[in-house]
């Protein structure tokens, strides 16, 4: 009996998700809460420890510095991301007949747009590109992320709008489908302000920084943060300063960029594809009942 009880455990979970999908919201808002109080522990207050271990055994000792990037947080998002592209591609599949030709049509732009979103969420396809176009118009080395021109953020900013762009219009041109539905519209809505905030702020972390001579948004607004957290006491501010060094060393971003671009970034981005697939999970049930 015991070896049953996952499985029970795995159906009522289902059972709940297919009568309230919004739990997956709520549980992406507590993980969120559960991982800064534990960064905080760790890193800050040496809870047991293990802040002392990290830095016996890592190069950067921070948790919050893997955990919002890696094993974690990044397949989070690919999960999350790859359930709304099942989802949409569900509608599109039991769209049947050529009433439902805009039901299909609908599912299936919004299947492509979120496989466009989770493939550069897996694979950073615009940072590669961009590397290599920059190194073409002699803009720096290639696969260097440092070097951000004109051009190369010219092309992430087009890079950007054409997936916005495909589920923009799915989004506007299929509104009869959700529309009649507050909660879809509402979901649908978060989940858009959440990625255009991420990636508005990921596009303008970087832009022109090497060409404008101002240091990237991002880094101002990491030395905000972290001065407040770890520069205020003289055992976090040493092993602060350290691991900047050692990331000086090795020409990466600073702690700075770094603790904007992970913990700021990345929570944005959970937090809005959990609200896509609230959505899409919400539409699909009403379409059902529709149907």
Do not use: C, K
């Not at 039991?94 to 493939?119: D, P």
């Not at 990345?266 to 919400?282: I, R, T, Y």
């Amino acid at each position: 009996m015991r070896l049953l009880a996952p499985f029970r455990i795995a159906d009522r979970l289902r059972s709940l998700i297919s009568r309230r999908p919004e739990v997956i919201l709520y549980g992406v808002v507590g993980f969120l809460i559960a991982s800064y109080g534990v960064a905080y522990a760790i890193d800050i207050q040496n809870a047991f420890g293990l802040r002392d271990l990290l830095v016996q055994t890592l190069r950067v000792p921070y948790f919050w510095f893997y955990w919002f990037q890696a094993p974690v947080e990044n397949p989070l998002q690919w999960l999350l991301l790859g359930s709304v592209v099942i989802v949409f591609a569900m509608i599109a599949g039991g769209a049947r007949g050529e009433a439902r030709r805009s039901e299909r049509r609908f599912g299936l732009f919004m299947a492509i747009g979120f496989l466009l979103m989770l493939l550069e969420d897996a694979g950073d396809v615009r940072h590669v590109y961009r590397t290599i176009i920059e190194a073409f118009f002699g803009g720096g080395s290639y696969a260097i992320e440092e070097t951000y021109g004109v051009v190369g953020t010219l092309f992430e900013l087009s890079y950007f709008a054409i997936i916005a762009g495909v589920i923009s219009f799915a989004l506007f041109r299929y509104r009869a489908i959700y529309w009649g539905d507050v909660t879809v519209r509402r979901y649908f809505a978060g989940g858009f302000v959440l990625y255009a905030v991420a990636v508005g702020s990921s596009w303008l972390g970087n832009a022109f920084r090497a060409v404008t001579g101002f240091r990237d948004v991002y880094t101002v607004a990491g030395e905000w943060a972290t001065a407040r957290l770890f520069l205020a006491r003289s055992d976090t501010r040493e092993i602060f300063e350290r691991s900047n060094a050692t990331l000086r060393d090795s020409g990466m971003h600073p702690l700075e960029f770094a603790f904007v671009d992970r913990v700021y970034e990345e929570s944005l981005e959970l937090l809005g594809a959990a609200s896509f697939l609230v959505a899409a999970l919400v539409l699909y049930r009403v379409i059902q009942e529709r149907r």
